[in-house]
């Protein structure tokens, strides 16, 4: 009797977990598509969202959120093992830095106009110029030049990261030393590239640098590696020509400070980053814009014979287009702000941080939170732009013809601000009025002609690509 008592109640347990597993399995089922519904369509607690053009522009405004992400390892390694540089520090020490930095660039023409920066840009411009219409002549022109087909945007680095070369160094690069521009802008792209992965992953886990390139980490540093070569080799010979009494450019000013600097905050090592830091956009953002524009052109190429009657109206082909033809360019320029618009070169702009306890649009937001400004988002707000996703430079323009207020953010906003936006403004106005004052451009068959073609990284670069160019 008992043991038929104790097989009944065994068989009831059994009974009773055969209905129970598929339950549990039921439960456990509904529990994860309820967290995977809150993840995806609520707002995670204390965090708001920063897409809008007022959350992203109050970010950008107030200096509890200057913070960068300072403690990262891999940024660290780039730079000696240190915080160094302006992109990826904050506090005291960075705006020191950067104060430093413009008050002292700014003697040399950068950031405001003048009159001999702006020459000397168009004589780089009438050096890439008479490249495209004569002709290689040195070894690194003749990579990136066969016949009437250019590689892009490797044919731009010279003549957009020369004057910035200039301003540091106090002397251009000739035409015969165009070599080191090309290296620099490669190492520059093969950087920026590598930290798409590097930005993400490594960022959260270190030990994920020991994976060689599976994360973009070897290629990280090799860009690093080839950018602080050739800054120290250049160092070296400025230090030995220095005089205290002669200012030839910024670096110059530079170990002035050094020398009389009790701190020791301004070091070799941090000039080194510095320079590399003040560079950095010259070869990548410029290249980047323009590349991406005659992309645009090429595939729109109504738009391309509109700009190019406006530039032959106002400018003609005895000269070449100067910042005073800007204002009667607005085509040009609204093809620019659309360019820059519909292709966010920094999508989420460079990680910000707050630096103490604060609130953002009635969100608490603790001290050291990483705070993300979605200007891709931003850029692609249908509430600001109606069709984002239409390529329509017209956008930027009054009935009239006359420009409109530019609410796209390209260059970021408020202390964070690229300190080159006015030089960058220039040089691609400049460039593409000269560009498209004289050749058309046409794709070649097995090239990354899609506006898709990107190689994604903290900066978004067209695909390089051989274009065909033909004499107007």
Not at 33 to 42: A, S
Not at 131 to 142: A, F
Not at 282 to 304: D, E, Q
Not at 314 to 321: D, E, F, I, K, N
Request: glycine share 6%; with cysteine; proline share 4%.
């Amino acid at each position: 009797m008992k043991n038929t008592i104790y097989l009944k109640s065994a068989h009831l347990v059994l009974v009773s977990r055969a209905i129970m597993s598929p339950l549990l399995v039921v439960i456990c089922t509904l529990l994860l598509v309820y967290k995977l519904y809150r993840f995806l369509y609520d707002k995670p607690p204390n965090t708001p969202p920063v897409n809008d053009y007022e959350s992203i522009k109050e970010v950008l405004s107030r200096s509890e959120f200057d913070g960068r992400l300072t403690n990262v390892h891999h940024i660290k390694d780039r730079a000696f093992g240190k915080e160094l540089g302006i992109f990826f520090t904050d506090g005291d020490k960075w705006s020191e830095l950067r104060r430093f930095a413009l008050r002292h660039m700014r003697d040399f023409g950068f950031g405001r106009r003048q009159e001999k920066l702006e020459s000397e840009i168009m004589d780089e411009t009438s050096i890439l110029l008479d490249i495209l219409k004569n002709g290689p002549v040195y070894d690194g022109e003749k990579e990136i030049l066969k016949g009437n087909l250019a590689l892009f945007p490797d044919i731009l680095y010279a003549s957009s990261g020369n004057n910035i070369w200039n301003i540091l160094f106090g002397y251009r690069l000739d035409r015969t030393e165009h070599d080191i521009l090309l290296r620099f802008g490669r190492a520059v792209t093969l950087f920026q590239s590598a930290n798409d992965t590097t930005g993400g992953a490594i960022f959260q886990y270190e030990f994920l640098k020991y994976f060689g390139n599976m994360f973009g980490y070897k290629n990280h540093m090799k860009g690093s590696n080839i950018l602080k070569e050739i800054i120290q080799k250049h160092l070296e010979f400025h230090k030995i020509t220095f005089d205290k009494n002669n200012d030839r450019g910024f670096i110059d000013n530079y170990l002035k400070k050094m020398n009389e600097d009790e701190a020791n905050s301004f070091t070799d090592e941090e000039l080194i980053i510095l320079l590399i830091d003040i560079l950095m956009p010259a070869f990548s953002a410029l290249p980047g814009t323009i590349t991406h524009t005659i992309k645009y052109l090429m595939h729109h190429p109504r738009v391309m014979e509109k700009v190019q009657n406006d530039i032959d109206n106002v400018v003609g082909t005895g000269r070449l287009a100067t910042w005073e033809d800007r204002k009667h360019l607005p085509y040009l320029e609204a093809i620019i702000r659309e360019v820059m618009r519909i292709e966010t070169l920094l999508p989420l702009s460079i990680i910000h941080r707050a630096t103490e306890n604060t609130t953002l649009k009635g969100y608490d937001i603790p001290a050291g939170t990483p705070v993300v400004t979605n200007l891709a988002a931003l850029h692609y707000d249908p509430d600001l732009w109606g069709d984002p996703e239409i390529f329509r430079p017209e956008r930027f323009l009054k009935e009239n013809g006359q420009l409109v207020k530019d609410f796209s953010l390209p260059f970021s906003f408020g202390r964070r601000l690229c300190i080159g936006e006015t030089y960058s403004r220039y040089n691609l106005f400049g460039t593409l009025a000269v560009l498209l004052q004289n050749f058309n451009f046409f794709f070649v068959e097995g090239e990354p002609s899609s506006l898709n073609d990107k190689e994604s990284g903290i900066i978004v670069m067209p695909k390089e690509l051989w274009i065909r160019f033909e004499l107007r």
